[in-house]
């Protein structure tokens, strides 16, 4: 009686670990040739009650002997970016950077078992995904993509090549091309497929604020219901509500032009007490900014450049605001800014406006502002402009 006990006891232990190790993890199996690193980066973003992705964390996965298993562990849809190690540009204030092709996007429901198929080759990633319609079809797209991917990469590497001595006009006309391929393939899904959550989902992503409102009058009741558009939805009201405070700034910067720039005075990068009147009598260009701001860190080099080129005709004021001192101290020690700068403890930026990063101001001789120029090549013009009317 014992021994039949005893070997029911074993033959139903048996089912239950043949049952335990046939039935399928929730999560992300997965495949990926091709790499020369095998770790895998992982930007986790959960949509919250409010409807928006937020970061949730920043996660890494082991690729072994080609294959790997990620458990995203959330309760709720979740946005997945997966970039390969290799493909990672790290910015000097430590952010992630990479290009078009160079990641992958996920769309992960709990309790999804998606399969994922993927192969790198020269920071582009070509990818299959199984598991739910929706990462079926944007891993379908991304693959679409490919070639325009490819081009727009070469096309880059040639412009920023200061060694080139060719017309670099062919490529700046590639870069241009791919990059409108690249747009068009989502916005032809769009056009196609009105009622499909995912093109809300794709109209959610776009960043002209004027083509996310455009795009959304064309989408069908299905696609405005679901949770893709309950988060497109979000976005938009968030567009309004940003228009009219950018109205407002907008309204209050022309204001400041042709009258004296608010005074300040600050301690800079070495401790020493500095003022803005103190450089009267020379063209000063203010410039806003953060290390958590990319734009602002991609523009050193061409500042650095054009600074010495033309030493003491005009004079570079850096302030970096709603920032953390320890990063800023280590990106300047990083990239050696040879102007002035100052930390804001004391939100300057309030009251010149600023509302966004990089954000310049030129100042003329006398302390008067001329312009808020938006980009950092319109303040290089505006200033070749000033040298050829022998004003700096």
Known sequence: MIRQILSFFLFALTLSLLGVSCSKRSGITGTFTGLTNDTLWIRVRVLNDEYNFEVKSMDTVVVRDGTFFYDPQTNNLTELHILPFENIDRLPSGMISHGPGATMVLLYSPDDRIRLDASSKDEIVDFQAKGNR????????????????????????????????????????????????????????????????????FVSSLIAPEEMIQYTDSLGVEALNSVFGRILWQKIEFIRKNKEKNEITANAKNEMIDKSAPEFTLKDI??????????????????????????????????????????????????????????????????????????????????YYVTYAPTYVLIDKEGIIVDFPQYHHDVINQLNELREKNLL
């Not at 791919?178 to 499909?196: A, F, G, H, R, T």
Request: charged content about 30%; overall charge negative.
């Open 270 to 351: 070495n401790g020493d007490y500095f003022s803005l009147s103190s450089l009267r009598g020379k063209y000063v260009v203010l410039d806003f900014w953060g290390t958590w701001c990319g734009w602002c860190l991609a523009a050193i080099p061409d500042i650095k450049e054009y600074y010495a080129a033309h030493p003491k005709e005009f004079e570079i004021v850096g302030i970096a605001f709603k920032d953390e001192e320890d990063k800023w101290r280590k990106v300047l020690d990083k990239n050696v800014l040879p102007w002035i700068n100052i930390f804001d403890y004391n939100e300057l930026y309030d009251k």
């Open 134 to 201: 929706y990462n079926e079809q944007l891993s379908t797209l991304h693959s679409n993509a490919l070639d325009a991917y490819k081009k727009r990469n070469d096309a880059l590497k040639v412009i920023v090549d200061n060694s080139f001595e060719g017309d670099k006009t062919v490529y700046r006309e590639q870069l241009r091309e791919s990059v409108q391929v690249m747009n068009n393939i989502k916005l032809n899904y769009i056009c196609e497929n009105p009622n499909d959550p995912l093109s809300a989902y």
